[in-house]
């Protein structure tokens, strides 16, 4: 008995005696992590680079430099690699030390700054604009399926606002730049295509497939080059043109699908009558009701929804075809595209055919002549679906919403009456 007395405490004893090496050795591991801090600032001019993200071993949580540039953090080795990233900088890895205060350079970026921009003058590189001019994306806005590039522009240029007046298919955009200018006068921008100005709207004129790039004037440095047309902004379209090589053919499809993302909710038969009754009960009475008509007949009868009778399904396609190609004195673009658009209102669409032509030649070495040939057809059809000032109740859309779902009981004798006479 005693033995085993002796035996239990012994076990007692090296228990205790892990648990103790186990917490020791947890300690220590605490005590083990290393602290690394820091400071990134810019390579050319020394100044703190605030907000840049730092990832230790370019995985796990992340942190950013503060308002000084500075950055400290706990790490379990005495060295550790880090990456760093901000806004307007290359990205790089560097190693860093819990040894000294590590000072890291990061270096700008120049892909942006030296990217070539069209002015109204001629071009410069971005970091040389002084100006406030928007370079647009026409990659991106290409890849909408839309006839009109003035569609593609919405919500694409800071300061620039692409409304349509009556959603009807193949109508002109309304484009402002940076507001309104005038109450009375047009705030449309000046269009400025291959160096020509032109005042009117382009959208249905130019096919977006044929734009190499698009730059924005927004400011009133326009007006020092277009003078008073510029006051609303500036708009600068380049067009594709031939290049020097081998006959180039490309072929692009575009398809797309259209509907009213909402639908109002309608009142149904039964709930159509009743408020009809009570509106008018003498004169609605003889309408809706007769000896064989009451009003709970309405609760079982199936109603006309005038949207689903007026709206649908649209389909929107664009086909284009270019053949682009050219030698050192001649070079030449023959492009085609045929654009349907199908309205979201039954019976209304829109088409546009489309042609162009580009020659340029080479004559000597201070002589070149050029040709640039564009033919347009448009057609709309179908009813405008926005307000009439003279009448807001011809409206389609008022119609739509407003008339009856159900036919009167006069309406059901005279079709009987028609039906009998035949």
């Not at 609760?299 to 929804?305: F, H, L, P, T």
């Amino acid at each position: 008995m005693k033995t085993n007395l002796e035996s239990h405490s012994s076990m007692k004893t090296v228990m205790s005696l892990l648990l103790a090496a186990v917490a020791a050795f947890t300690s220590f591991a605490a005590s083990a992590q290393h602290t690394i801090s820091g400071v990134v600032v810019d390579l050319d001019n020394g100044e703190p680079v605030i907000g840049a993200t730092l990832a230790v071993g370019g995985k796990g949580a992340s942190m950013i430099t503060d308002v000084n540039g500075e950055f400290t953090f706990s790490c379990a080795t005495p060295e550790a690699s880090l990456e760093i990233r901000s806004i307007g900088y290359e990205p790089q890895t560097v190693k860093v030390s819990a040894s000294k205060r590590n000072s890291i350079r990061m270096r700008p970026s120049t892909a942006l700054l030296d990217e070539v921009v069209v002015l109204g003058y001629g071009t410069t590189t971005r970091k040389d604009v002084t100006g406030a001019v928007s370079k647009v994306n026409v990659k991106d806005m290409q890849k909408a399926p839309v006839s009109n590039f003035e569609e593609a522009l919405a919500g694409r240029v800071a300061g620039v606002q692409s409304t349509s007046g009556d959603g009807q298919p193949g109508s002109d955009l309304n484009i402002v730049i940076r507001g309104n200018n005038s109450v009375t006068q047009s705030n449309a921008p000046l269009y400025v295509v291959d160096g020509f100005p032109l005042e009117t709207s382009l959208g249905n004129v130019l096919n977006p497939e044929e734009i190499e790039s698009m730059e924005i004037l927004k400011d009133a440095s326009a007006t020092a080059i277009y003078g008073a047309r510029g006051a609303n902004g500036v708009i600068l379209i380049t067009t594709k043109k031939g290049k020097v090589g081998r006959p180039v053919v490309t072929y692009n499809l575009n398809m797309g699908v259209q509907r009213a993302i909402k639908r109002q909710e309608m009142l149904s038969p039964y709930e159509f009558v009743r408020y009809q009754l009570e509106v008018d009960p003498t004169l609605y009475s003889s309408m809706y009701l007769g000896t064989e008509k009451t009003l709970d007949d309405y609760r079982s009868e199936k109603g006309i929804n005038w949207q689903d009778e007026v709206l649908r399904n649209a389909f929107v396609m664009n086909h284009n075809l270019a053949v682009r190609g050219g030698s050192e004195s001649t070079r030449y673009s023959i492009s085609g595209s045929v654009a349907h658009q199908d309205g979201v209102i039954s019976n209304s669409g829109f088409r546009k055919y489309q042609g162009r032509l580009n020659l340029e030649q080479t004559l000597s070495r201070k002589v070149k002549v050029g040709l640039n040939l564009n033919y347009t057809y448009t057609k709309k059809f179908g009813t405008i679906a926005a307000e009439q000032n003279s009448s807001p109740t011809a409206s389609i859309m008022y119609s739509m919403w407003g008339y009856r779902p159900v036919g009167s009981l006069w309406q059901e004798n005279l079709l009987d009456d028609l039906t009998t006479v035949h």
